[in-house]
């Protein structure tokens, strides 16, 4: 299989939490390119999600010793120290795969714009929830801290804004996140009693 379909099936995987698959289609693109910085740095994901926090951190400073700097290692490391001093046993609750399902008129993915800088979108990752705040022209997407990351398209701004004013309920997901593109997923939770049958998307 390309390098290119494997890293596309490695990232589809991850954000459909589904690790054990990404954990196996990365260590496929190493095997090629054992220094593929972006594939160890999902594997380590990968295996920080399933709770073998041991091995992501080996790999995490692997990255480190091919890029010093990299961000996103740096980060992760950071993660899964405070991981280790604030959860029993080092484990962490993961996102359900259910986050990521789909569903005719209720969900939708948006790729946000105007977005934020590089290094903040360095510090996200997917299955992370994201906040939609309704301003006068758009809806911003913030990080729950209240970081900004972006915006909602023009249009869906103007058609969710009027949903939630009158009383439609939204959450929100990061799906897929690199240094310059933010895709998020979106699912009505509920609707407001004058939208009743009106579909959000």
Request: hydrophobic residues 40%; positive net charge; proline residues 5%.
């Amino acid at each position: 299989m390309e390098t290119a379909f494997l890293e596309k099936s490695a990232i589809e995987a991850a954000s459909q939490g589904a690790w054990q698959k990404a954990i196996e289609l990365n260590q496929k693109i190493l095997k090629n390119n054992p220094q593929n910085i972006p594939a160890l740095n999902r594997l380590a994901r990968a295996f920080g999600e399933t709770g073998n926090l041991i091995l992501a951190k080996k790999i995490y400073q692997k990255v480190l010793t091919i890029d010093k700097y990299n961000p996103i290692a740096t980060k992760n490391l950071k993660r899964l120290a405070d991981k280790r001093k604030k959860i029993p046993g080092g484990t962490k609750q993961l996102p359900s795969a259910e986050v990521f399902l789909e569903e005719p008129r209720k969900t939708k993915v948006v790729r946000v714009i105007r977005l934020t800088s590089p290094q903040i979108l360095a510090e996200i990752d997917s299955g992370d929830k994201v906040v939609l705040t309704a301003k006068k022209r758009f809806i911003a997407v913030n990080r729950p801290d209240g970081i900004h990351l972006g915006c909602l398209p023009e249009d869906l701004s103007q058609r969710l804004s009027l949903f939630i004013r009158g009383g439609n309920r939204y959450e929100a997901f990061v799906k897929n996140v690199d240094r310059q593109h933010l895709e998020i997923l979106i699912r009505e939770i509920s609707r407001g009693q004058r939208y009743q049958n009106s579909p959000s998307f």
